[in-house]
């Protein structure tokens, strides 16, 4: 069965640099979350689409944005980078209900020297 | 808001029972979620209760109780692959898709 697809998996930048991730839900799923998790730390909500609309913001920092597109991918923009944005990001895609059902993609790993 | 609690490790013996325990404050309710996540690995759903009651997926079960906003996750005949860090979950209570996780607690089996 499909999975979710992350790119890139791994990604170093330096400060102040952008840095843009990408997520391809599972086929036929309406929602998309993305999620940042710090070494040893629980994922962290950062931002939602439903049906190509943002439907609810969490911890995500002004310099960063997300947009999900007509062919329902999804992309997280981040720009002035800090050493703190180094983490794990992962893009979870959801269908219908329960939305309590969320796969979520392999993660892209950033690190921010 | 909302908060979860969870034991930060559990560490149990080869062929054992774990249970791994969740209380939560919510100012809403939608249903409790449980989710394995192996070191460096993505989180995978396991189990999910909107009502009180136990859900039973093989191994895994899951309980629920919202009386006294407590759920867990019980795992038997434990085997060495569990070892990981296991998150409960649960909806904002607005109704939206944002998702507050426990800290997770972390599973050691030992032979």
């Known amino acids: 069965a499909a999975g979710v697809i992350q790119s890139p998996r791994h990604l170093i930048k330096e400060k102040r640099e952008t840095a843009t991730l990408k997520c391809y839900p599972i086929p036929r799923h309406d929602t998309v979350y993305w999620y940042q998790q710090g070494p040893g730390q629980d994922p962290q909500f950062l931002i939602s689409f439903y049906e190509k609309m943002q439907s609810d913001k969490g911890s995500i920092p002004d310099r960063f944005s997300a947009q999900q597109f007509s062919d329902y991918h999804s992309e997280l923009n981040m720009s002035s980078l800090e050493l703190g944005d180094s983490a794990l990001y992962f893009c979870a895609s959801s269908l219908g209900a329960p939305r309590d059902t969320q796969y979520f993609g392999p993660g892209t790993r950033l690190t921010v020297l | 808001g909302q908060s979860l609690e969870q034991p930060s490790e559990v560490t149990a013996v080869e062929g054992a029972i774990v249970q791994i325990n969740c209380t939560y404050q919510t100012s809403g309710f939608y249903g409790l979620s449980w989710y394995q996540q192996h070191d460096g690995g993505a989180p995978t759903f396991l189990s999910y209760?909107?009502?009180?009651g136990l859900e039973e997926t093989g191994r895994f079960s899951s309980f629920l109780s919202r009386s006294d906003s407590y759920g867990y996750l019980l795992l038997q005949e434990l085997q060495m692959k569990d070892s990981a860090s296991y998150f409960c979950?649960?909806?904002?209570?607005?109704?939206?898709?944002?998702?507050?996780f426990g800290a997770g607690t972390r599973l050691f089996v030992k032979a």
């Open positions: 979950a649960v909806r904002d209570p607005t109704g939206g898709f944002k998702t507050i």
């Open positions: 209760n909107a009502l009180d």
